[in-house]
């Protein structure tokens, strides 16, 4: 009784959340509402099913990757990444060559779902897209991407190219790394980090990142009393 609520205007917002709070069992009645003509409606109903995450509900989402509305394309493909099927990646990586305008947040979808083939395509793209000098908010994309992964070979790949790059990218690729460090285990030596980039990252908005960073602080501070 709620579904029909989805195109009604002034209760869309209200019939969404109810949805969601009734859990996956929703996802069949709402998918229908993916073909409907009105665009906002096909929004609202691509978001819903990415807030309930039933990878059943991938299949039918998919398609509104090449909706002719911007909008419901990136919710689509916002949906699929919370819901973390790796069944969409390969379809994820075409709209990312195809419509530019996606490339950040199909980039941080990949990073939600991780899997092989998800890695090696943020990898490569990460390592053109620095190349490129593409646009900043790809790359960002890219790198969070590559952090929620946090993986080694993700490490190493941001690692070895943090001599090269300088301003807003290089702080973000350093926070990717401590935390990539931290969730991975693995050394917090971080090649390429110089203390002033280290203590601007103090200022980080993530916890977890400003408390790797103090450890990597005290490392440094301690190797110079050793002196």
């Given amino acids: 009784a709620v579904v029909p ?3 009604d205007t002034a209760v869309r917002n209200l019939a969404a959340e109810l949805l969601y709070r009734l859990g996956g069992d929703a996802a069949g009645a709402v998918e229908p509402y993916l073909r409907d003509d009105d665009q906002d409606v096909r929004k609202m109903a691509v978001d819903t099913l990415g807030l309930l995450r039933h990878k059943d509900a991938t299949a039918a989402i998919v398609p509104l990757l090449h909706d002719p509305d911007p909008n ?3 919710s689509a493909v916002e949906a699929l990444g919370n819901i973390g099927s790796e069944a969409a990646v390969p379809r994820l990586i075409q709209v990312y060559e195809q419509e530019e305008y996606t ?3 199909v980039a941080e ?3 939600k779902i991780k899997g092989e083939q998800a890695t090696e395509f943020l990898s490569k793209s990460f390592e053109r897209a620095i190349e490129d000098n593409a646009d900043p908010l790809t ?3 890219i790198i969070e991407a590559l952090g929620a992964i946090g993986d080694e070979k993700a490490f ?3 690692v070895g190219h943090l001599p090269n790059v300088k301003g807003k ?3 973000m690729m350093l926070a990717a790394i401590v935390w990539i460090a931290d969730k991975a285990h693995l050394s917090l030596d971080i090649p390429g980090a110089e203390t002033e980039d280290l203590i601007d990252l103090l200022e980080d908005s993530d916890l977890r990142v400003r408390l790797n960073v103090v ?3 005290l490392g440094i501070w301690g190797a110079w009393k050793t002196e």
């Fill in 5 to 7: 609520y989805l195109k």
């Fill in 72 to 74: 419901v394309v990136t």
């Fill in 103 to 105: 490339r950040a947040v």
């Fill in 109 to 111: 979808a990949l990073g």
């Fill in 139 to 141: 790359l960002f994309g």
């Fill in 156 to 158: 190493s790949l941001l």
């Fill in 169 to 171: 990218l290089r702080r």
């Fill in 215 to 217: 450890k990597v602080l």
